[in-house]
């Protein structure tokens, strides 16, 4: 028999098998609280380690708390459950309550004009259309240049690395001079604004600073541990522009000392 027509059998019953998933997801939601169907998520959509990413960064003034389900590495719709979250004040938060919806993580009119919301602040959100787009959900899906600068140009993921989706960008398409500079500028935006947020902590924070460490204040630093986190496929493809990253913030900085002592 032949191997592709095995290889595609499989990808269709695997494709049915998380289908059948998200349909029983959908109806366990409509009758249990937000704990319940989160356990439910972990024991159906985690099969290994990889299957899951938990974001979670916290100051006294930003919160980021998320676990994102990933499906597979053909396909880079990810479910998210969002729990309280954004700008803090004490012990609330700009985006409270649970959140867990579907998202696409490609240029597509679905995602803007559709609802993938499965609980929306804590509740079942009846006016979801996920049924009906289903096989947009779950189908796998070869992501493309226009979809991966749209994806990287939004101003999700402030304080971390989408490392699911970097991972299924096609070798082709890193290739692209557009498409390196929006994943260059898509990390230089999560080093910026985890500085700020940790500067702003050890500044105005309720611990006076002991509780940040020196090198979450430092661009340079972030930069460097968040290009070790990025995927293999990443990090081999850009060696150079990284190494050339690095070294052109340095001269700049070096180029703001110079001047500096000059003004004075």
Same mark, same amino acid.
């Given at each position: 028999?032949?191997?592709?027509?095995l290889f595609d059998k499989e990808k269709s019953i695997m494709n049915e098998e998380l289908k059948k998933k998200v349909i029983?997801?959908? %109806?366990? !939601?409509?009758?249990?609280?937000?704990?319940?169907?989160?356990?439910?998520?972990?024991?159906?959509?985690?099969?290994?380690?990889?299957?899951?990413?938990?974001?979670?960064?916290?100051?006294?003034?930003y919160e980021t708390n998320r676990s994102i389900y990933n499906f597979s590495d053909n396909n880079p719709t990810v479910l998210?459950?969002?729990? +309280?979250?954004?700008? @803090?004040?004490? =012990?609330?938060?700009?985006?409270?309550?649970?959140?867990?919806?579907?998202?696409?993580? @490609?240029?597509?009119?679905?995602?803007? /004009?559709?609802?993938?919301?499965?609980?929306?602040?804590?509740?079942?959100?009846?006016? /979801?259309?996920?049924? %009906?787009?289903?096989?947009?959900?779950?189908?796998?899906?070869?992501?493309?240049?226009? +979809?991966?600068? %749209?994806?990287?140009?939004?101003?999700?993921?402030?304080?971390?690395?989408?490392?699911?989706?970097? &991972?299924?960008?096609? *070798?082709?398409?890193? !290739?692209?001079?557009?498409? %390196? +500079? !929006?994943?260059?500028? &898509?990390?230089?935006?999560? *080093?910026?604004? /985890? &500085?700020?947020?940790? *500067?702003?902590?050890?500044?105005?924070?309720?611990?006076?600073?002991?509780? *940040?460490?020196?090198?979450?204040? =430092?661009?340079?630093?972030?930069?460097? @541990?968040?290009?070790?986190e990025v995927p293999t496929n990443i990090r081999l493809k850009y060696r150079i522009r990284f190494a050339n990253e690095i070294?052109?913030?340095?001269?700049?900085?070096? &180029?703001?000392?110079?001047?500096?002592?000059?003004?004075?």
């Amino acid at each position: 028999m032949n191997s592709t027509f095995l290889f595609d059998k499989e990808k269709s019953i695997m494709n049915e098998e998380l289908k059948k998933k998200v349909i029983d997801l959908l %109806e366990y !939601a409509k009758t249990n609280e937000p704990d319940k169907i989160i356990e439910y998520i972990d024991r159906n959509f985690i099969n290994n380690p990889h299957d899951i990413y938990c974001a979670l960064y916290s100051t006294d003034f930003y919160e980021t708390n998320r676990s994102i389900y990933n499906f597979s590495d053909n396909n880079p719709t990810v479910l998210i459950v969002s729990y +309280d979250e954004g700008d @803090r004040i004490g =012990s609330k938060f700009s985006n409270p309550d649970i959140d867990i919806y579907f998202d696409l993580q @490609r240029e597509s009119e679905f995602n803007q /004009n559709h609802d993938f919301f499965i609980l929306k602040k804590g509740i079942f959100n009846h006016d /979801n259309n996920i049924l %009906e787009y289903l096989d947009l959900i779950t189908n796998d899906y070869k992501l493309t240049k226009e +979809d991966v600068i %749209e994806e990287l140009t939004t101003t999700k993921y402030e304080t971390y690395i989408p490392y699911h989706y970097f &991972k299924q960008i096609p *070798v082709q398409i890193l !290739a692209d001079e557009d498409v %390196e +500079d !929006a994943v260059m500028d &898509k990390i230089w935006n999560v *080093v910026k604004t /985890n &500085k700020k947020l940790y *500067v702003n902590q050890y500044e105005c924070g309720r611990y006076g600073g002991e509780d *940040v460490p020196k090198w979450k204040t =430092s661009e340079l630093e972030w930069f460097m @541990r968040l290009k070790e986190e990025v995927p293999t496929n990443i990090r081999l493809k850009y060696r150079i522009r990284f190494a050339n990253e690095i070294n052109d913030y340095l001269n700049s900085q070096k &180029k703001l000392e110079d001047e500096k002592e000059m003004a004075l």
